[in-house]
């Protein structure tokens, strides 16, 4: 079963719950336990070069440099390697460069959201969160709605599954 078992997983505060829900949805639609816990590696790798595609193209990166990036991550077995495997490390990296593009591209509040979902997916994301109060002004003020927003569709539900008797109500 797709669970959240934070004893036996001890030093991964605070237990991906956005993670966990995405692998919980998947199971629920018919996936195999397995397929269920490495789909959200697998399609999050496979994301991470047209967000790298896109975040460079924003930056307005050289159309050579930009494609050598995307053949250098391409061409990296970890991300392959690391992708199938049940853990949510290559999903919260996705999420953080799917993010910076969407700032690049002066879409902070969807860029905020999508941060806000990462964190939890791994909370180690905060610095990159923190980093986006360095936005200007406008553009902070929208990127911290998007971020509360993000937060906020998971994080009720993960202090419920943590109280006492959590999902077992």
Do not use: K
């Amino acid at each position: 079963n797709v669970t959240m078992n934070e004893p036996f997983f001890q030093g991964h505060f605070p237990g991906y719950p956005v993670y966990i829900a995405l692998c919980r949805l998947l199971a629920w639609a018919g996936c195999s336990d397995a397929l269920a816990l490495a789909l959200p590696g697998v399609l999050a790798s496979a994301a991470l070069v047209p967000a790298l595609l896109c975040l460079s193209r924003r930056l307005e990166v050289s159309a050579p440099t930009r494609a050598l990036a995307v053949l250098l991550l391409a061409a990296q077995p970890l991300v392959w390697l690391e992708g199938p495997r049940p853990i949510p490390d290559l999903l919260a990296t996705s999420c953080a460069w799917v993010s910076l593009a969407l700032v690049a591209g002066r879409r902070g509040v969807t860029a905020g959201i999508v941060l806000g979902l990462a964190l939890g997916v791994r909370v180690d994301l905060l610095p990159l969160a923190i980093a986006g109060f360095a936005l200007p002004r406008g553009a902070r003020l929208r990127f911290a709605a998007g971020l509360a927003l993000g937060v906020a569709l998971w994080l009720p539900a993960f202090a419920f599954a943590l109280a006492p008797g959590g999902l077992d109500r």
